[in-house]
């Protein structure tokens, strides 16, 4: 069974599949922490979240590390060779379990071409999404490399499953509009390399309702651009600066829970009460695998939101102007950033017009402080206000981690009782 089709099957059951962002240097822990992700209270997909040196190429450096007994902030798959991956995923990975491969490289050839050879055909990633937030990899030199890269993962795997990370450009600040638009360009991308099973991103963001729409009018866009494959869509967790309280992280995993149930996403990334400390361990990525899981359903998923909601409007704009640019959509996506059809606010890499510019209204949506050149009529739906200051930025920045901890707070201060974050009280 694909990844798609196992995502799909639980869907149509009414169940919310969930997984972790997990990855371990030594094999036998990286085998541990799949089997506690497999048999964890819920329906999961594992994770080989790969490390730091594994994802900008340097693979000479993870070996290194494996040599010398260093451990890494991930599994490092290409400095492994292929046997050991498939001993460390035998009788683990299955049709019940299948399991893919986080990177963040925007050169993943290299990656591919380990996981092709392990037997690996699910991961992530895209063009743009892993170019722009993580170095400076030209953008042309990472639409290249991940159209070679598409092109060995169908060579190699049986049906390899790609997801896009468009939808959480830089973890935060970036309108949901835009995010819907990335996501869904690269989800074109992939279909014209020829990948027949996809996934569409969404990072939760600042408001609530906000996120509802955005989820919805990247589903209408899907259904609209992408009706000949096999999709669906993920929520992540939210991808930004996150609640330094249990019951903060805790709080924001029930709203990313919630916002994938009611919005009828198929998959859910979580994040742990650890994320704003370290790297979790297994038991805390399993707590909260079985936390979203535990969320209760509600009432049926909501109707998706009509094509005139702001969200889906500024989505299509992007995205019929990024396909104006160039029948080929990774040209397209070049030739845009190049005129700033496409700008990522606060992103600082040479390809990026860095024009745009967003903030957080009253009542907590993400809007368009500055729309630069992006094809949006009326300053995207906003007032322009310039740039922020630096304490507004600031603030921005914290606003999700304040609002959560500052609600955690109050929830345990009217209980009176003791509040514990692992290894230590707050």
Known sequence: MSFGEFVRRNRERGVLVVQPRMGFSDPRVMRAGLVATRDARATTV?????????????????????????ALNGYPIVAHPPDTTRRMLGGVRSDAFPV???HGSPRPLDIFAAMAAAG????EGGPVSYCLPYGRAPL????????????????????????TF??????????????????????????????????????????????????????GLCARLLPDVDWHVVVYTYMGMYPRTAGGALGLLTGAATLALSTGAERLIVKTVAESQRIPTIAENVAALEHAAGVPAGAAPEPAAAA????????????????????????????????????????????????????ITADGRLRWADTGSLPLAGGGGAARRGGLTSAEFMSALTYVQNRYDTEAMAARSSAALPYVFPGRII
């Open 166 to 219: 468009g939808g959480c450009m830089m973890g935060q600040l970036c309108p949901p509009s835009q995010l819907v638009a990335i996501s869904a360009l690269e989800g074109l991308f992939f279909r014209q390399q020829g990948v027949r099973s996809i996934s569409v991103s969404y990072a939760q963001q600042t408001n609530p309702a906000q996120d509802r729409e955005a989820v919805h009018a990247l589903r």
């Open 140 to 163: 042309d030199e990472s639409v290249a490399n991940w159209r070679a890269s598409c092109r060995l993962l169908l060579e190699s795997a049986v049906e390899p499953h790609l997801e």
């Open 100 to 102: 893919q491969v986080r």
């Open 120 to 123: 690996l055909g699910d991961t």
């Open 308 to 359: 005139g909601g702001e969200v889906y409007q500024e989505a299509y704009a992007m995205v019929e102007a990024v396909l104006n640019c160039d029948a080929d959509v990774g040209n397209a996506l070049v030739q845009a950033f190049k005129r700033g059809l496409l700008d990522i606010p606060y992103c600082v890499h040479p390809d990026n017009a860095g024009r745009a510019r967003s903030y």
């Open 46 to 70: 594992g994770t080989l979240t790969l490390d730091s040196y594994t994802r900008v190429g340097d693979h000479g450096s993870a070996a290194r590390a494996l040599r010398d007994g260093v």
